[in-house]
């Protein structure tokens, strides 16, 4: 009776997955990555407050399976052990339309950490952050008007150290569709 009942509840929820994405998940036809831009030049950052960015290295704690390159950053601790860093990317390659940018931060701490993405030009409509073990990932939905440069969106990026972690703590930042 079991087998029956599992069989029955397994037909029902891959009816019920395949109803879902047949209606609420639509397929992109453009695969193109329009951010590998920032990923290969560092200049398309702009170090912002309480950060320096060392450059773009290859990253053995990244998740990704292929591409293991990622920002590399020292940012300042404060007084009361937090890590409090913004970084900027210039978005101005970017024709005008509808994006989903992923932003994965690797903080020097996982204590309280947080990453925010905001801009100042660009209409960011949604954001969703999910926290792992090492490090958090933001989706994020934009849509580029036409707009003068510079077009910036900027990552506020926060952690709490403790008093024996560095004042200079190393972070990592990844940007991809």
């Known amino acids: 009776m079991n ?42 950052s702009s170090s912002e407050n309480n950060i320096i960015v060392a450059g773009i290295v290859n990253f053995a704690g990244s998740p990704h399976n292929v591409n293991k ?4 950053f020292t940012m300042g601790k404060d007084a009361q052990n937090e890590y409090s860093s913004r970084i900027g990317f210039n978005m101005f390659k970017l024709p005008e339309g509808e994006y ?10 996982t204590t309280n950490l947080s990453a925010n993405v905001v801009s100042t030009s660009l209409n960011i409509g949604q954001q969703s952050t999910k926290l792992f073990v090492n490090y958090s990932r933001s989706i994020l939905h934009l849509h580029k008007w036409s707009i003068t440069p510079p077009e910036y969106i900027y990552i506020h990026m926060h952690c709490q150290g403790t008093a024996s972690s560095p004042t200079q703590g190393i972070g990592h930042d990844i940007e991809g569709s």
């Not at 019920?16 to 590998?36: A, L, Y």
């Not at 390159?69 to 590399?72: E, M, N």
């Not at 989903?100 to 701490?109: D, G, R």
């Open 3 to 44: 087998t029956a009942k599992g069989d029955v509840t397994v037909e029902l929820k891959n009816y019920f997955d395949k109803k879902i994405n047949e209606s609420h998940i639509s397929r992109s036809t453009n695969k193109k990555d329009v951010f590998r831009y920032l990923m290969e030049n560092d200049d398309k």
């Open 69 to 72: 390159k990622a920002y590399s």
């Open 100 to 109: 989903i940018l992923a932003v994965e931060f690797f903080p020097p701490s």
